[in-house]
């Protein structure tokens, strides 16, 4: 079977169940609550975070388009304190738990497809700890720039790439463990070298290859 067969069926699977829409900022999973279920992001983003003892956001993950989420606790019921949250109007499709993992059990081929947006995640949680590890808050924007130029870049016309998920430039500063004072005045520095703009909310890179040659 092939890779794109088995998204088909995975697709399908979901999308004979409950579609769900969500508005920007609107919660999909709260810390406190068991989740009602195993999502598919139709369209949109999903942002997974934490908070901290000092009532601050520490973003872990986005999700975009195709993503199957809360993986851990559809296979071990583990839920962590972690908050789902749309990024911006996101439709979802969801199915019980139960039926989710019926649905693997009888096709056993789709099981890849679930592990590599697992491992996909765990890279992504590396990249993280490695951006983290810059000593500069500059390092650290401009390595999670170009991360997720890899993930969520669209290319213009023009060579730029669009980075398409929405980031808030607090979004930004949490994931890179700087305030939000200091994650503007590094985005504003590459913007007056004219090697990132913000257009409609959304972060072009103009030059990669200058972006990388700082770090």
Same mark, same amino acid.
């Given at each position: ?131 983290? @590890?810059?000593?500069?808050? #500059? +390092? ?9 130029? %890899? *993930?969520?870049? $669209? ?19 949490? @994931?890179?463990?700087?305030? #939000? +004072? ?9 913007? %007056? *070298?004219?090697? $990132? ?19």
């Amino acid at each position: 079977m092939t890779q794109v067969r088995k998204w088909e069926l995975l697709d399908s699977f979901f999308k004979a169940h409950t579609r769900i829409q969500y508005k920007k900022g609107e919660t999909i999973i709260r810390p406190e609550d068991e989740p009602n279920g195993v999502y598919l992001i139709e369209w949109g983003f999903v942002k997974a975070y934490t908070i901290t003892k000092y009532g601050e956001e520490n973003l872990l993950l986005v999700r975009g388009t195709g993503s199957v989420f809360p993986l851990i606790w559809a296979f071990t019921g583990e839920h962590r304190s972690v908050t789902y949250e749309a990024m911006e109007s996101t439709s979802l499709w969801r199915v019980s738990k139960v039926e989710y993992l019926e649905f693997l059990d009888r096709n056993p081929d789709i099981i890849p497809v679930i592990l590599d947006m697992a491992i996909d995640a765990y890279r992504l949680h590396s990249e993280r700890v490695m951006t983290l @590890s810059y000593r500069t808050a #500059r +390092e650290r924007v401009i390595s999670f720039l170009l991360t997720n130029v %890899k *993930r969520f870049g $669209i290319l213009n016309k023009d060579g730029s790439q669009t980075i398409h998920a929405p980031y808030r430039q607090s979004d930004i500063a949490s @994931s890179v463990n700087a305030t #939000r +004072e200091t994650t503007s005045r590094e985005i504003n520095s590459l913007k %007056k *070298r004219k090697i $990132i703009s913000v257009v409609d909310h959304k972060i072009v890179v103009h030059d990669v290859d200058a972006l990388a040659a700082l770090l």
